[in-house]
């Protein structure tokens, strides 16, 4: 049996059997569906001597059948100004937050070369400029399913423990570089805690990547973590770090820095901003992003 259908197969059982445990009188407070809009930009070199600029526009559905499950659903559109790099890749297990903006780009030195319509080459970190088309693609991105479990409830000093798993669904069209055209899969474990004004988060996870015959995909390990102090009772600035193992061979690690605004417009409107800014090769020189969500 395949990595792929034995993934499948524990993610569907795992997700019945936390549907059969949940007391079915036993409701969130919050809403029951949340759906969300996100428009996000990031402009990079990669290393690879030309600038390509990334568009990613999410739309999200969550669902929480009780107080503790809750699944989503993701679904993109992307742009990007050329092939250099591929939108496919992702920074964090399964995208990040449910109604975050997660997809970055990463770069693929010594991939370039071998990918269909940049010209041919071995790869192996010495692709110029030359081999790098410079037309545009868009469609639609990758949907990602997510489905998590709250573990531990937030005590007065216990963190909010919720594991969860995801998979990634190749709908992006890899001949235009909009995605790898391979499945995804992982798992990862979120930590969050409320000290008076002060939120924290930290989050850890490993994301299984399919093969591909022309990209040389790594199973990676992702962290992200965050801190930010309540204003008043609408608004929570925060500071995030973002990070990952190389998710293709010659790539850097992935790590990038970030200024997140949250803002609770309505009592069932949100909204939500960030700056961000790479520090390394394989990250975005500088990115940003704003998304609107409605609770239902």
């Known amino acids: 049996m395949t990595r792929l259908k034995t993934f ?44 390509t600029d990334s568009v990613y526009i999410p739309f999200t559905l969550a669902v929480y ?15 990007q100004s050329s092939s250099a790099v591929n939108t496919g890749v992702l920074l964090g297990p399964g995208g990040g937050q ?39 693609r868009q469609g639609v991105g990758d949907l990602t399913l997510k489905g998590g479990y709250v573990l531990v409830q937030e005590g007065e000093f ?7 798993l995801f998979v990634k669904v190749p709908t992006a069209d890899r001949d235009q570089m909009l995605g790898t055209g391979e499945f995804d899969e992982g798992f990862a474990v979120e930590f969050s805690k409320q000290f008076g004004n002060w939120y924290s988060f930290a989050e850890g996870g490993y994301t299984f990547q399919g093969s591909s015959p022309v990209l040389a995909l ?23 770090v973002k990070a990952s193992s190389a998710p293709i061979a010659g790539a850097s690690d992935l790590v990038d820095l970030r200024l997140k605004l949250k ?33 239902f």
């Open 158 to 164: 216990v963190p909010r423990v919720r594991p969860y």
């Open 98 to 136: 449910m109604t975050g903006m997660r997809k970055e780009v990463a770069a693929m030195p010594g991939s370039v070369g071998t990918m269909p319509g940049t010209g041919g080459g071995s790869g192996g970190g010495t692709s110029s400029v030359s081999t790098v088309s410079h037309k545009s």
């Open 218 to 240: 790594k199973d990676y390990f992702s962290f992200n973590a965050g801190t930010g102090y309540q204003i008043g009772e609408r608004f929570l600035p925060m500071l995030i």
């Open 65 to 79: 059948p009780s107080d503790r499950l809750g699944f989503m659903l993701e679904i993109p559109y992307v742009y």
């Open 263 to 295: 803002y609770l417009a309505g009592v069932r409107t949100g909204v939500e901003g960030y700056v961000a800014k790479g520090v390394t090769r394989s990250t975005p020189d500088y990115g940003g992003g704003l998304a609107v969500y409605y609770d």
């Open 8 to 51: 499948r197969i524990m993610f569907c059982v795992l997700m019945q059997a936390l549907c059969l445990l949940t007391p079915g009188g036993v409701r969130a407070e919050g809403p029951l569906v949340s759906t969300g809009v996100g428009f996000e930009f990031a402009s990079g070199s990669y290393g690879l001597g030309t600038k």
